[in-house]
Every structure is written in structure tokens, then in C-alpha cells.
T-cell receptor, first 114, second 118 residues
Framework: DAKTTQPPSMDCAEGRAANLPCNHSTISGNEYVYWYRQIHSQGPQYIIHGLKNNETNEMASLIITEDRKSSTLILPHATLRDTAVYYCIVRVGSGDNQGGKLIFGQGTELSVKP | GAGVSQSPSNKVTEKGKDVELRCDPISGHTALYWYRQSLGQGLEFLIYFQGNSAPDKSGLPSDRFSAERTGGSVSTLTIQRTQQEDSAVYLC????????????????FGPGTRLTVL
């Protein structure tokens, strides 16, 4: 079972920041938070991941709370092309004995509106 | 560079037939994963290959499903005696996975093969 909970859907106005929350209250010390998104009829696309520090790349920012029990993915200026299902995934890093497989939950369906 | 490619993009078959789905991972990636996504469902893990290690088959739903990875590169997922419940999008992902540690094991997905069993 997925170790994360996310709201099923969210709306965001084009050009505004989209803040997608994720709860992972049972996260372990060696587990990372990964975010993927899936645009309709495409394969999932990697966005960002982090362990405990906040992370930023060209796509998004990831804010992880100090207790690591929740995180927020931020798309700073959402566009219509950001409409997708966003998945928050908790997984063990390299060197684990679980094979690194991703356990997807239901994700958050983000609709960016003009 | 080239991403993960999958073929065919769509496959329609009749119940009871066997099908083969192909995945070409990103060059140099050592790990390869198969997932499937049924209509209205999330993505579920099927099988994982890492180098020369024995594959992790824990996600295969039945013995009608099998996969192989030849030469550490291309992989084929085979479904024998297909059933209507096998209809789904089958997704392949690859990563540069180092068992000794490190973070270069982000999985990159292909576009998927949409399988329809009539």
C-alpha cells in the first residue's frame, strides 16, 4: 500500500503557484519523498525528490517539514500544460533490499484553469 | 538523449492469445521495471530487473505473466492466454541504480503500451 495521502483533486489559476500537499506520517529515516506527474495518455514524468532538505529544480520546489511527516510540491507559475495527476511517493533510497519499486497511490489531479 | 521506448504503442488482441510487449531502456541504465495501469486504477508494480541479479517478480499477478531481459538491455513482457482483465497500459521504466548507495536511481518511464483484450 502507498504510504502517502494526497487530496484527490485541486484547481489552480494559470500563472499562479500550485501548492500540492502530501502526508507521509509513517515515513522512515531512510525514505525519500519523490514526486512524479502523469499527463493524460503519457507515462509518468519525474519531477523532484528529497530526503529532509528543501529542494528546487527547473520544474518545481519541494518543501519537506522538519518532522518529515508531510511535504508540499510547488509549481511556481502553473501553466495549462501542468494539468496532470501528481503522485507523491515514499521510497527507500539506493542500497535497499526492496528493489526500488515505486508504490503509487491515487495522486492529486491538478487542473490548471485559464 | 533517447528516452525509454516501448512497442507497440497499442495492441488489440483476442482473449486467449499470447502477447509480447517490448521495452528499450535508456542506454546505460542498469535497472528496468514494468508497471501496469488499468482503467481508473493507479500504477501497480509488476517486475524489476537489476543487472545480473534474479528479477523481483513479486508484482506479477499470475503465472500467465513473465518477463525477460536479454543482454542487460531490452526487455520483453509476455502475457499468455490473455484475459479481458489484462487490458491496461503497460509501462516500462529504467534507472541507473547502484546497489552500493547514491541517488542516481530515478526511474524514467516510457510512453507505455495500451493493451486491449477483446
Amino acid at each position: 500500500d502507498a504510504k502517502t495521502t494526497q487530496p484527490p483533486s485541486m484547481d489552480c489559476a494559470e500563472g499562479r503557484a500550485a501548492n500540492l500537499p502530501c502526508n507521509h506520517s509513517t515515513i522512515s529515516g531512510n525514505e525519500y519523498v519523490y514526486w512524479y506527474r502523469q499527463i493524460h495518455s503519457q507515462g509518468p514524468q519525474y519531477i523532484i525528490h528529497g530526503l529532509k532538505n528543501n529542494e528546487t529544480n527547473e520544474m518545481a520546489s519541494l518543501i519537506i517539514t522538519e518532522d518529515r511527516k508531510s511535504s508540499t510540491l510547488i509549481l511556481p507559475h502553473a501553466t495549462l500544460r501542468d494539468t496532470a495527476v501528481y503522485y507523491c511517493i515514499v521510497r527507500v533510497g539506493s542500497g535497499d533490499n526492496q528493489g526500488g519499486k515505486l508504490i503509487f497511490g491515487q495522486g492529486t489531479e491538478l487542473s490548471v484553469k485559464p | 538523449g533517447a528516452g525509454v521506448s516501448q512497442s507497440p504503442s497499442n495492441k488489440v488482441t483476442e482473449k486467449g492469445k499470447d502477447v509480447e510487449l517490448r521495452c528499450d531502456p535508456i542506454s546505460g541504465h542498469t535497472a528496468l521495471y514494468w508497471y501496469r495501469q488499468s482503467l481508473g486504477q493507479g500504477l501497480e508494480f509488476l517486475i524489476y530487473f537489476q543487472g545480473n541479479s534474479a528479477p523481483d517478480k513479486s508484482g506479477l499477478p499470475s503465472d500467465r505473466f513473465s518477463a525477460e531481459r536479454t543482454g542487460g538491455s531490452v526487455s520483453t513482457l509476455t502475457i499468455q492466454r490473455t484475459q479481458q482483465e489484462d487490458s491496461a497500459v503497460y509501462l516500462c521504466a529504467s534507472s541507473f541504480r547502484r546497489l552500493a548507495g547514491g541517488q542516481r536511481d530515478t526511474q524514467y518511464f516510457g510512453p507505455g503500451t495500451r493493451l486491449t483484450v477483446l
